[in-house]
């Protein structure tokens, strides 16, 4: 069995993947200002994602072959996602409030 040697084609879904996933986390902050429900359904796989990218950098085997960009790029989607979700969280709870 023959493995790979060359992994460039593979560079779009490294980086383009949590990309995706961070824009629809950015997406999810203008129905979160508002406190509506949609913006946990587009936040939640954001920010879950997010731990997945970020679990799968931290149990590398030898983290020294990593690309540092990722250090960066794979926690962005969870933090983007977890402020959306707080955003909500706290807009949803003064609009109880005024009621």
């Known amino acids: 069995m023959m ?10 879904f490294i980086f383009g993947v949590p990309i995706i996933i961070m824009l629809l986390g950015l997406i999810s902050f203008i129905p979160s200002a508002f406190g509506h429900w949609s913006a946990l359904i587009l936040a939640i796989p954001c920010a879950l ?3 997945v ?9 030898r983290p020294d072959t990593i690309i540092p960009a990722l250090w960066i790029l794979y926690p962005a ?16 709870r003064s609009r109880k409030n005024q009621s």
């Open 3 to 12: 493995f790979a040697s060359n992994f460039d084609g593979l560079l779009p």
């Open 77 to 92: 989607p969870f933090f983007v996602g977890s402020t959306s979700i707080g955003l909500w969280y706290f807009r949803r």
């Open 53 to 61: 990218l970020t679990f799968s950098l931290v149990a590398d085997i």
């Open 49 to 51: 994602l997010g731990l």
